[in-house]
């Protein structure tokens, strides 16, 4: 059984900045693939972020690219997500999740059906 509890959420004036952390435990987190999905109101989820188990590899939505990074410090049993030049349409619920399917060091998924653990998310409110 894999726990995440994500943390970092917050209130934010449209240009500003925020760090999501995400805290894993109860698994071997460093041999499973990472990802941020966000979900707004009366919207499905749809995919943010994903990073290897291996670190070196990621890929970004379309719509945070340039903005958003996503990093991991397997020793922390921990993923990040750097959002900077935030915009009132990031505003949504954040949720990390992790892929328990074995993957090459340098895969990354973008599917949320490909992920089996979920936190339970938190808030980023962006004004404009």
């Known amino acids: 059984q894999v726990q995440l509890v994500e943390s970092g959420g917050g209130l934010v004036q449209a240009g500003g900045s925020l760090r999501l952390s995400c805290a894993a435990s109860?698994?071997?987190?460093?041999?499973?693939?990472m990802g941020w999905f966000r979900q707004a109101p009366g919207k499905e989820r749809e995919f943010v972020a994903t990073?290897?188990?291996?670190?070196?590899?990621?890929d970004y939505a379309d719509s945070v690219k340039g903005r958003f990074t996503i990093s991991r410090d397997n020793a922390k049993n921990t993923v990040y997500l750097r959002m900077n030049s935030l915009k009132p349409e990031d505003t949504a619920v954040y949720y990390c999740?992790?892929?328990?399917?074995?993957?090459?060091?340098?895969?990354?998924?973008?599917?949320?059906?490909?992920?089996?653990?979920w936190g339970q998310g938190t808030q980023v409110t962006v004004s404009s």
């Open positions: 999740a992790l892929s328990s399917r074995n993957r090459g060091s340098w895969e990354v998924s973008r599917h949320v059906s490909e992920y089996d653990y």
């Open positions: 109860g698994r071997t987190f460093s041999r499973y693939v």
């Open positions: 990073i290897s188990w291996g670190g070196g590899s990621t």
